[in-house]
Nanobody
Framework: QLQLVESGGGLVQSGGSLTLSCAAS???????????IGWFRQAPGKEREGVSC????????TDGDFVKGRFTASRDNAKNTAYLQMHSLKPEDTAVYYCAAASMLYCDKDYDFNLADFGSWGQGTQVTVSS
């Protein structure tokens, strides 16, 4: 069963940067390249929302409207790892960030985030942005 482990969260001041990692293991059937990787976040009292999604080959991505060029999703398929680089962080970016994998999903610019598309989830990593 595919397992995902996030790392890289922490406390950062407003305007700062963080890079989250999502390491995958436990492949069964599909290889890493078959999985689109989505990044989601959930703040206290709020619904989980889509942040970024990157296709299996890394050739297509989409971002949530609030990203506005501040975050960049990437992946290193040789290392079975995905990344989320976050810059110009704001206090409202404070949340638990999750990575998730979806087999046979292509994240293009028209993709609307749907949690049900993603069958495997990491445990989450806390990102706290102080003002």
């Amino acid at each position: 069963q595919l397992q995902l482990v996030e790392s890289g969260g922490g406390l950062v001041q407003s305007g700062g940067s963080l890079t989250l990692s999502c390491a995958a293991s436990g492949f069964s059937g599909f290889t890493w390249e078959y999985y689109a990787i989505g990044w989601f976040r959930q703040a206290p009292g709020k619904e989980r929302e889509g942040v970024s999604c990157i296709s299996g080959g890394g050739d297509s991505k989409t971002d949530g409207d609030f990203v506005k060029g501040r975050f960049t999703a990437s992946r290193d398929n040789a290392k079975n790892t995905a990344y989320l680089q976050m810059h110009s962080l704001k206090p409202e970016d404070t949340a638990v960030y999750y990575c998730a994998a979806a087999s046979m999903l292509y994240c293009d610019k028209d993709y609307d985030f749907n949690l049900a598309d993603f069958g495997s989830w990491g445990q989450g990593t806390q990102v706290t942005v102080s003002s």
